[in-house]
């Protein structure tokens, strides 16, 4: 007998379809198709190598792309302790961090992925790669898949969990979009990068501070000064930019807001801890102590070498020579200093994808497709993308079991 049911995607989504698909095993053989060499490749770079598979606090706030009710009704049923005791029946105990992400004890991503493939065996699941899936179509009410080799495979359900384009090399390539498109689903019209890095004019201060790691606010503006969106967390310089969890966090919005203001813009202020007022008052009060030493008790020196020079004052003068334009100026470099964003470094370095096939189209009780029944859709794939964390995950192991759980009842 050929597989009743097919996933396209044995990446976080697909396996955890497949596998409660094949637990509940009322429907007949389950198999898993991966068009990828080394399965779980994204899985194993994933959280720096050592995979954050969730976060302690999941709600549907930390997600962007379709609604937030429909978000929060799909996450709310596996929600982070159903994760937390997935992963410890499966031998994989998770750990908490300050910052609340959840990493496997070993901090290894191996484990995880290792984790998953036995009980994906366990449970029954046949999983075939490098099984690239060309098209699916209907069939006298099934489906018939075809691979980029000629191969053939018939199914009566399909779940589609190919992911977004985020870091291609490792298979996800956005082929899904297409074979959702052929079922009559939409596509949103914007699909962009997420937690992406952002690049910098080369000649700008803060590219010369590469390695420089400090916690900072980020804020989006359009054009005419409206805030859009607001990130706070550690900001990293890099030779080409900016990247760590607050520019990575932001970036989708800034990107988003481009497509209709060209003049968005992206500002920093890097003493997110105080108050306007404050900082004017620490200034007017410098008397013969010069403005370096006092940023330097919040800020390492090279960037307050930096952002004086940005704001076209000597750091080592007495504070009481300071020109209110100059105190102006200073406060603005330190408080709100737009970042000339020249763009983005691309799905290759992007760890999500943004925009995607939209939550409306699929029923959020079993994650089946509204205009192609017996038509699945999980994990990246969906029009959902999550902040650093753990969110991402979360969304692939909560769609993919509802997926699963659903395409595996008869
Ligand atoms: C560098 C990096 C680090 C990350 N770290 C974290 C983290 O620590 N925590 C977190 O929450 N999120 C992290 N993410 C995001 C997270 O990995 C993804 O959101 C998540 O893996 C999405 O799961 P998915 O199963 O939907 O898609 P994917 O993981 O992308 O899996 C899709 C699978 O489908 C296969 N496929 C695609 N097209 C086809 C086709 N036509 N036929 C057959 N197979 C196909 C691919 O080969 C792939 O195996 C990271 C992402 C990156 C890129």
């Not at 930019?241 to 988003?256: E, F, K, Q, T, V």
């Amino acid at each position: 007998m050929g597989p009743r049911v097919a996933v396209v995607g044995a990446g976080a989504a697909g396996l955890m379809a497949a596998i409660h698909a094949a637990r509940r095993g009322e429907c007949g053989p389950v198999v898993a198709l991966d068009g990828a060499r080394t399965l779980g490749a994204k899985i194993l770079v994933s959280g720096g190598g050592r995979c954050n598979v969730t976060h302690h606090a999941v709600d549907e706030t930390a997600f962007a792309g379709s609604t937030r009710p429909a978000i929060r009704k799909v996450l709310r049923r596996f929600d982070v302790a159903r994760t937390v005791e997935f992963f410890a029946d499966l031998g994989v105990a998770l750990k908490r961090e300050e910052t609340g992400k959840l990493f496997p004890v070993s901090d290894r991503a191996r484990t995880v992925l290792d984790a998953l493939a036995r009980s994906a065996r366990d449970a029954g699941v046949a999983v075939r790669h490098p099984w690239r899936v060309e098209a699916v179509e209907r069939r006298d009410g099934a489906f018939v898949l075809r691979s980029a080799s000629g191969e053939r495979l018939e199914a009566d359900r399909v779940v589609l969990a190919s992911g977004g384009c985020s870091l291609p090399k490792t298979g996800s390539d956005g082929h899904g979009y297409a074979i959702a498109r052929r079922l009559g689903h939409s596509v949103t019209p914007r699909v962009f990068p997420g937690l992406v890095p952002l690049t910098l004019p080369r000649d700008h201060p803060l590219c010369a501070l590469s390695g420089l790691s400090v916690p900072a606010r980020l804020e989006v503006r359009t054009a005419s000064g409206r805030r859009l969106a607001r990130m706070a967390g550690s900001l990293l310089c890099t030779h080409f930019g900016l990247s760590g969890p607050a520019a990575l966090d932001i970036s989708r919005y800034l990107i988003d807001a481009r497509f209709d203001d060209r003049g968005a813009t992206l500002v920093v202020n890097w003493l997110p801890a105080m108050a306007p007022d404050a900082l004017d008052a620490a200034l007017r009060e410098l008397g013969r102590r010069t403005p370096g030493t006092l940023l330097e008790r919040w800020l390492p020196d090279r960037l307050v070498r930096t952002l004086c020079a940005v704001a076209g004052i000597d750091g080592s003068r007495p504070g009481h020579r300071l020109t209110r334009p100059e105190r102006v100026a200073l406060a603005r470099a330190l408080m709100d200093m737009p970042l000339p964003v020249t763009g983005d470094r691309g799905f290759g370095y992007a760890e999500v994808t943004a925009g995607g096939v939209p939550l409306s189209e699929v029923r959020l009780e079993t994650m089946e497709s509204r205009v192609s029944p017996g038509f699945y859709l999980c994990g990246e794939i969906c029009d959902v993308d999550g902040r650093i964390g753990g969110f991402n995950f979360q969304w692939a192991w909560a769609s993919g079991y509802v997926a699963g759980v659903s395409v595996g009842a008869c």
